[in-house]
């Protein structure tokens, strides 16, 4: 069974451009997060969705940051314009339950703006 | 800000039991406590997670004391690749994990 996909692995853009961050979950798994790790820091949730639905959203940056998750399926994060400060590493997880359940990560995107 | 508290670092001989302390002193009584760790630059990786019992899996043993103020999870025999950073979390449920700093562990051979 695959595990939690995310594209692109790296990804090196100039400030103010546009990223798009892809996240696969593991098949059947309603629940999907996003987390980031900036450098230095802690690595820290952004939001959850809940099929298509955005459950918690509240460490979400700022109106920079979209995340999206059409049908339910895979989950994009798009930033726009990117700062500097965006640099680090975006991690996705997928869970099937909500609750105690465990969460499995990706291996996650690192963006590096310029 | 994280619940827990632990040390940040601390070193295992390969092949020894490995035991990393976690303090929650304000743990409430429905929250569980969860291990994670992080392997170099990998995503994080579930490892354990208890509410008042021991725990133990195929990877390690979740030992809570019985007041719930702290815990101590073991890797029973530590291997090279079981160097990495482990997190201790307190949370009512996985939908919003606080991670904190963690311990980094560093198996020597």
């Known amino acids: 069974e695959a595990g939690v996909t995310q594209f692109p692995s790296h990804s090196v853009i100039e400030k103010g451009q546009t990223v798009t961050l892809r996240c696969d979950p593991i098949s059947g798994h309603d629940n999907l997060y996003w987390y980031r790790r900036v450098m230095g820091k802690e690595i820290k949730f952004l939001l959850h969705?809940?099929?298509?639905?955005?459950?918690?959203e509240s460490g979400m940056p700022n109106n920079r940051f979209l995340a999206e998750r059409t049908g339910g399926t895979y989950s994009t994060l798009k930033v726009q314009p990117a700062e500097l400060e965006d640099s680090g590493v975006y991690f996705c997880?997928?869970?099937?339950?909500?609750?105690?359940?465990?969460?499995?990560f990706g291996e996650g995107s690192r963006l590096t703006v310029l | 800000d994280a619940k827990t508290t632990q040390p940040p670092s601390m070193d295992c001989a390969e092949g020894r039991a490995a035991n990393l302390p976690c303090n929650h002193s304000t743990i409430s009584g429905n929250e569980y406590v969860y291990w994670y760790r992080q392997i170099h630059s990998q995503g994080p990786q579930y490892i354990i997670h208890?509410?008042?019992n021991n725990e133990t899996n195929e990877m390690a043993s979740l030992i809570i004391t019985e007041d719930r103020k702290s815990s101590t999870l073991i890797l029973p025999h530590a291997t090279l690749r079981d160097t990495a950073v482990y997190y201790c979390i307190v949370s009512f449920n996985t939908d919003k994990l606080i991670f904190g700093t963690g311990t980094r562990l560093q198996v020597f051979p």
């Open positions: 208890g509410l008042k």
């Open positions: 997880a997928s869970s099937q339950d909500r609750g105690t359940g465990e969460l499995f």
């Open positions: 969705f809940v099929k298509e639905s955005k459950q918690d």
